[in-house]
């Protein structure tokens, strides 16, 4: 009998998930501009008494964690880009923390929030960034969810035994083994919080060499502490070759790790009913929030999340706080919202088919905004953050170049800008997809 491993959920579908974010808005208009990148990459002091993204000695950037602040949403001026929900949520090419973003391009980069630069994740002088100059920030094509957590850096990549996470400085030097998983994929999402990692692992059972299809599979939900590398499994549930079980990791707020359970078909083990959970990193609990039958989030920020219910052939569309459990229905969708929902402030935006559209949480009412056939260069979500009082919206954009070719890049738009359909974005770099 082998054993194929994969993780929880693919990429596309946890792109749907992620909302770890900042709150706050405004209603200035974003001055136009272009975005930069710093080729002089990062210091390795991530630790120093310099604030976050001031100068740090030799003159770059420094990556702290920012204390957590209370959202007035007024203009708390450049060091409160984001607030601080002390954790960490991502997928396998992007992870979102409090300071910036870590993307997996061709290269590993970090977005800060404060300066709206992209920096390669690599210190040396003169270096160029590329696998000729060995450079740090240049690693090899398994490297999957990468991110920056308490000054060090954190990857999972191929080993011998399988898959390993292993932590490095922050520009990537001195990388050392801390956990490995014997397991054949990495993907899916992961959240961070209270010095931990959690992630779902699913273990499929292959009896016939020439049957792709699976005869079982084993559902993991792990937690890792990311001083010492201990592994504590927090559940394990058993099902047959047809069955969907997800632990989906996907949003940090007031301590806790939230995420989406669906067991279809679950036969044995620690088997929870659908709906959405919390996990208490200090007892390792997994506790109920809202119990629903194919559950979905379309998108999670500040310790709320847009959840959608299939019920009588429709799709509904609603608001649930975390800290209440308070429900509240926004509206009825003609399909599940797709790839490029975002939370804001007082709206939530999704695109249905070729359209987008938004749904204000004040008065109620849904506009469409945009014609997606007809704007090529739209802009499609990623992370919502705060800067200076007004929400910004970090997404992916898709255009042609004169070859014909297709390309993608990262890059900023203020969320009042999007609304009013305009594509006058912030590039921060390619995206390599």
Known sequence: ???????????????????????????????????????????????????????????????????????????????????????????????????????????????????????????????????????????????????????????????????????????????????????????????????????????????????DRPAGCEILLLEVDLETGDTRTLLKCEGAGDSRILWTPSHVYDGRVYMTVESRGATGGDILEEGIYAIDPASGQVEPVLLLEEPGVAAWRCGRAVYYQRTTGKIRLNLLDLETGETKELTEASDIPAYGSVLLDDAFAWREADQWKVCSFSDGTVKEFRDLPAQAQALFPEEVFVKDGREMIFGESYSKKETGEAESFYAVLSAEAFLADSTDYQVVCESGF
């Open 1 to 211: 009998m082998r054993r194929m491993c994969r993780w929880v959920s693919g990429i596309f579908a946890a792109v749907l998930l992620i909302g770890l974010c900042g709150c706050g808005g405004g209603n200035e208009k974003e001055p136009a501009a272009a975005g930069e990148i710093r080729d002089a990459g990062i210091p390795l002091e991530s630790r120093g008494e310099t604030g976050a993204g001031q100068a740090a000695p030799g003159g770059e950037a420094s990556l702290q964690t920012e204390e957590k602040t209370e959202n007035t949403g007024e203009s708390q001026g450049a060091e409160a880009v984001h607030l601080a929900e002390s954790g960490v949520t991502g997928t396998t090419l992007l992870t979102m923390g409090a300071e910036g973003i870590v993307m997996l391009t061709d290269k590993m980069m970090f977005y800060d929030y404060q300066t709206g630069t992209a920096y390669p994740l690599c210190n040396r002088p003169n270096c160029r960034h590329d696998s000729d100059s060995e450079c740090a920030a240049v690693l090899g094509k398994a490297t999957q969810m990468a991110f920056l957590y308490e000054g060090d850096l954190y990857y999972f990549d191929s080993a011998e035994e399988g898959w390993a996470l292993y932590r490095a400085d922050v520009s990537g030097e001195n990388r050392r083994e801390l956990a490995v998983f014997e397991f054949s994929g990495v993907g899916g999402t992961i959240a961070v919080t209270d010095g931990k990692l959690y992630l779902g692992l699913e273990e499929y059972t292959m009896e016939d060499p020439d049957d």
